[in-house]
């Protein structure tokens, strides 16, 4: 299954109608050590409100963007250094992105929406409900301190994207080391390379989760490049 960005259409239908196999292997940039984890991957929509006005008198309404400057720097200062902890052995810690913000209708008027989208990658001692407890919970403060409403939206529905009867839920993942496909991922690579390859974990999110949460098929990441 070759596809990147359509939210795992190909690998799911390989769940949905088979074939069924012993174990699997999905190509991802491991620098051709053998990779047994991922991390999941959740994105949030935040919006804030203020209200309108003519720039020429800005006092008169409530710039959401400014509000959601705000929102941006408490998410970078309070979010970020709680995802450092706790680290997995493989992926590290859980990490942030801010990927886009998008506000206002033109420069004569105040504007009074704005939204913020930020995507979170997190190790298996988060999961998405508690990620937006502790959104929520910055949303809350942020807007108390300075007078204004917000709210955060999971943007995957029930926690997983879907496209028709395709789902997909973007949740960590990890196989044991001892897994018959991590044993002949090394042996053979060693025989073809000349060295024993790495255990190591993909940072990002993999197609391997689908196969391991939902089909139950233990599954190893492995390609060149990273």
Same mark, same amino acid.
């Given at each position: 299954?070759?596809?990147?960005?359509?939210?795992?259409?190909?690998?799911?239908?390989?769940?949905? $109608?088979? &074939?069924?196999?012993? +174990? *699997?292997?999905?190509?991802?940039?491991?620098?051709?050590?053998?990779?047994? *984890?991922?991390?999941?991957?959740?994105?949030?929509?935040?919006?804030?409100?203020?209200?309108?006005?003519?720039?020429?008198?800005?006092?008169?309404?409530?710039?959401?963007?400014? $509000?959601?400057?705000?929102?941006?720097? !408490?998410?970078?200062?309070?979010?970020?250094?709680?995802?450092?902890?706790?680290?997995?052995?493989? %992926?590290?810690? /859980?990490?942030?992105?801010? /990927?886009?913000?998008?506000?206002?209708?033109?420069?004569?008027?105040? &504007?009074?929406?704005?939204? %913020?989208?930020?995507?979170?990658?997190?190790?298996? !001692?988060?999961?998405?409900?508690? %990620?937006?407890?502790?959104?929520?919970?910055?949303?809350?403060?942020?807007?108390?301190? +300075?007078?204004?409403?917000?709210? @955060? =939206? =999971?943007?995957?529905?029930?926690?997983?994207?879907?496209?028709?009867?395709?789902? !997909?839920?973007?949740?960590?993942?990890? =196989?044991?080391?001892?897994?018959? =496909?991590?044993?002949?991922?090394?042996? $053979?690579?060693?025989?073809?390379?000349?060295?024993?390859?790495?255990? @190591?974990?993909?940072?990002?999110?993999?197609?391997? !989760? %689908?196969?391991?949460?939902?089909?139950?098929? &233990?599954?190893?990441?492995?390609?060149?490049? $990273?």
């Amino acid at each position: 299954v070759g596809e990147e960005g359509s939210c795992s259409i190909g690998a799911r239908e390989i769940i949905l $109608n088979g &074939p069924r196999t012993d +174990f *699997a292997i999905v190509g991802e940039g491991t620098s051709l050590n053998v990779g047994i *984890a991922n991390r999941g991957s959740c994105d949030f929509e935040i919006i804030t409100r203020g209200k309108t006005a003519h720039t020429g008198e800005p006092k008169k309404g409530v710039n959401a963007v400014m $509000n959601m400057v705000n929102v941006a720097k !408490a998410l970078e200062r309070e979010i970020g250094p709680r995802l450092r902890r706790p680290k997995h052995r493989l %992926l590290d810690c /859980s990490v942030m992105n801010i /990927s886009k913000i998008e506000g206002g209708i033109y420069g004569d008027v105040v &504007p009074d929406m704005c939204r %913020l989208w930020l995507r979170i990658r997190y190790v298996p !001692a988060y999961d998405p409900k508690k %990620l937006k407890e502790m959104i929520d919970e910055v949303l809350q403060k942020v807007g108390k301190k +300075f007078g204004f409403d917000s709210e @955060v =939206i =999971i943007t995957q529905k029930n926690y997983q994207w879907k496209w028709g009867r395709v789902t !997909a839920k973007p949740y960590p993942a990890e =196989i044991s080391r001892d897994s018959k =496909i991590v044993k002949v991922l090394r042996r $053979n690579t060693k025989h073809v390379m000349g060295k024993n390859p790495k255990i @190591v974990g993909f940072k990002g999110w993999a197609d391997s !989760a %689908l196969f391991v949460n939902e089909a139950g098929i &233990p599954t190893g990441l492995f390609g060149p490049g $990273n």
